[in-house]
């Protein structure tokens, strides 16, 4: 279980992205952040890895305590937490097997990865391409592949890194709603399947009601609704949407 504690992130221009924010990710959970552009679900997330320092208040891991109480410890985090971008991330002229490979590197000494990966390196990341149905795009190289595909690649590296959380931050912006069900149907299968707690930023209200255990709806960096997916209502919705709502009623 991952919990947030009393967390504020304010950035050094003087953005206040996250107001005092306690919230609890139960293991195994399939968790979607909802909210407008700006509400702080990037910054939520990134606090949950220590790529954001927060300002304030603790980040904490069941049994191991806070993720910033020394560097080894943050480390050790960050190894057993996988991360999946919007813009994925890969390298275009690797294979997508290579890039599956990048996520072994953290299991490694920094002299040893120099060297080529072991066989069971290779292995593991092959497995998990094949996971997301792209064993035998596995050669190709990263930039020839389609936009779902390349994200799945993404993913792929992500479990390869065998982790116990995955973060993944507007996985399917960039994607059209078919391939956007798909790519979170992967997603979501192999967290389940491996007990991985995800925690996963959304834009679209329909897949966060299809794919969440638990929903947190973010509103000018702070909690605006928390619960199942059965429980978000319009009012709700309304209250998370507004300013975007405002934002466009004045636009027009
Ligand atoms: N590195 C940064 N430095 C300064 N301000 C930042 C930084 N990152 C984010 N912000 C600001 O913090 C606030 C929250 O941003 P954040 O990216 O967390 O929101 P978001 O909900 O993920 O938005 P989006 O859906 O557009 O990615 C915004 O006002 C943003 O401009």
């Known amino acids: ?35 407008t552009s700006g509400a702080g679900k990037s910054t939520l997330l990134r606090s949950l890895n220590g790529l954001v320092r927060p300002t304030s208040g603790e980040v904490c891991v069941e049994g191991r305590g806070s993720i910033f109480s020394s560097r080894a410890h943050l480390r050790a985090h960050r190894r057993r937490t996988g991360m999946v971008f919007q813009q994925h991330h890969l390298i275009g002229r690797l294979s997508a097997l290579d890039n599956v490979l990048t996520g072994r590197l953290a299991a490694h000494s920094v002299l040893r990865s120099i060297l080529p990966l072991p066989r069971a390196d290779r292995l593991l990341a092959l497995e998990a391409l094949d ?20 994200q799945r690649v993404g993913i792929a590296r992500a479990m390869a890194q065998k982790p116990e959380i995955v973060l993944a931050d507007e ?27 995800a925690i996963v930023s959304l834009h679209q209200v329909d897949l ?27 009012a709700t919705l309304d209250h998370i949407y507004a300013t975007e709502r405002k934002a466009l009623a004045k636009a027009a």
């Open 1 to 35: 279980m991952l919990s947030l504690r009393n967390v504020t992130v304010t950035y050094p221009n003087g953005v206040v992205a996250l107001r005092p924010t306690t919230a609890v990710f139960e293991r195994g959970k399939f968790i979607v952040l909802l909210g």
């Open 131 to 150: 996971r997301v149905g792209l064993a035998d795009r596995a050669l190709d190289r990263a930039d020839q592949l389609s936009g779902g595909q390349q």
């Open 171 to 197: 996985p399917v912006a960039s994607l059209d709603p078919a391939t956007s069900v798909k790519v979170l149907e992967d997603l979501h299968r192999i967290c389940r399947e491996d007990g991985i707690t």
């Open 208 to 234: 966060a009601r299809q794919f969440a255990d638990h929903i947190i709806g973010l509103a000018q960096g702070r909690i605006a609704f928390e619960g199942a997916p059965d429980q978000l209502g319009s």
